[in-house]
Structure formats: structure tokens, C-alpha cells
């Protein structure tokens, strides 16, 4: 069975410009979760979306948004780029994310430089 | 507040020499605990999940165990290709999202 699926792997923007990502989950989940990784805050939760709608939010500012589609891909957007939102994007997959033995799969990853 | 503190940040062992890697916790309504390898440059590899205290899980040489405050990772005789960033994470009440510690470097010297 293939994995969570990222695409790009690599982006590189200026700040002010807004980019999407995506993520393809594994065949049948259909929950995602998108994780953002920085060497100084590690790996935070950004948002989880189930059915197309967004079950749960962390704690960053609303340029940072989402959405799912019918068949569970999910995008990731942010707006208005800033030099701190440089990381490591992550996605993870999960059945459902209901129940406790739901375990989350993650993804490679899309790289973000902002300059 | 529900937090998670993984020691030692780094540790260096020679292949063969065994040690433990130490999670310590403090979550209300634990709904799961988590363990996660990551390489560099990829996402993290799901390892374990271990639900209630006294619980334990083996994988080859890796073996996860839980308390009520600690999730311990034991290496046995680890090969060079077990170096890696460990992470461990938790998820509680009905939130569905994980929280991560920082993460432990492991660096096995051939």
C-alpha cells in the first residue's frame, strides 16, 4: 500500500507570496493532519480535517488555512509568507482519527524557504 | 498544562552499547503515547503506540515501555543504521492531534 504522499518536496518563496502544498493520504484514511517542523518549536499541530471539514486548529494565525477534498487529499495554504514560516511542512494520515488505537502516518514532508 | 520532555537531547553510543531513551510526561486523560523515528530530511516513522501504564511493545532491537509519568525506549545492541532522531508524542482526551517532545539524536558509532 503507498504511503502519505507530499507534494513539492522543496519551495522556495519570497516573503509576501502565498503558496499551497499538498497531501495525498494513504489509500482509505481519511483523516489528515498537517504538522509544521522548525529546529527551534519542533513539530506543532497547524490542523486536522475529516470528511472535508476541519475538526480541530492550532495555535497559528489565520494566514495559515486548509481544506480536504472528496477523495481525503488535502492542500495546506499559507498567505502573505513570512521569513519565520521557513520549515518543514508535514502531513499525516490516519482511518479516522476517532478511534484511540487510530494511529497518524506522515508523509516526507514539503521543505518551505522563505527569502 | 499537558506538556512532554524527552532527555537526553543527544546521546552517542558505540554499536553493541545498549541504552534507554526517556520521555517524561504530564497529561490529563492520556489517550495514547507515541513513539516515532525520523531520519534527517524525511517525516517521522511511526514505531509504537503504547496506551496504559505497564504496558510494553518490541520491534527488532527497539522495546517501548510505559508508566504513569515515563515512556522509556530501550536499545539493544544498536547497529549504526539506528541512529536517528527519536521522537515521542502523546494525544489526550479528545483532542486528535499529537503533541511532540523534542526529540532525542541518536548517533551509533560503528
Known amino acids: 500500500k503507498a504511503g502519505v504522499t507530499q507534494t513539492p518536496r522543496y519551495l522556495i518563496k519570497t516573503r509576501g507570496q502565498q503558496v499551497t502544498l499538498s497531501c495525498s493520504p494513504i489509500s482509505g484514511h481519511r483523516s489528515v493532519s498537517w504538522y509544521q517542523q522548525t529546529p527551534g518549536q519542533g513539530l506543532q499541530f497547524l490542523f486536522e480535517?475529516?470528511?472535508?471539514?476541519?475538526?480541530n486548529k492550532g495555535n497559528f494565525p489565520g494566514r495559515f488555512s486548509g481544506r480536504q477534498f472528496s477523495n481525503s487529499r488535502s492542500e495546506m495554504n499559507v498567505s502573505t509568507l513570512e521569513l519565520g514560516d521557513s520549515a518543514l511542512y508535514l502531513c499525516?494520515?490516519?482511518?479516522?482519527?476517532?478511534?484511540?488505537?487510530?494511529?497518524?502516518?506522515f508523509g516526507p514532508g514539503t521543505r518551505l524557504t522563505v527569502l | 498544562e499537558d506538556q512532554v520532555t524527552q532527555s537526553p537531547e543527544a546521546l552517542r553510543l558505540q554499536e553493541g552499547e545498549s541504552s534507554s531513551l526517556n520521555c517524561s510526561y504530564t497529561v490529563s486523560g492520556l489517550r495514547g503515547l507515541f513513539w516515532y523515528r525520523q531520519d534527517p530530511g524525511k517525516g517521522p516513522e511511526f514505531l509504537f503506540t503504547l496506551y496504559s501504564a505497564g504496558e510494553e511493545k518490541e520491534k527488532e532491537r527497539l522495546k517501548a515501555t510505559l508508566t504513569k509519568k515515563e515512556s522509556f525506549l530501550h536499545i539493544t545492541a544498536p547497529k549504526p543504521e539506528d541512529s536517528a532522531t527519536y521522537l515521542c508524542?502523546?494525544?489526550?482526551?479528545?483532542?486528535?492531534?499529537?503533541?511532540f517532545g523534542s526529540g532525542t539524536q541518536l548517533t551509533v558509532l560503528p
Open positions: 499525516a494520515s490516519s482511518i479516522s482519527g476517532r478511534a484511540r488505537t487510530d494511529t497518524q502516518y
Open positions: 508524542a502523546f494525544s489526550s482526551g479528545s483532542a486528535r492531534q499529537l503533541t
Open positions: 480535517y475529516f470528511s472535508e471539514t476541519q475538526r
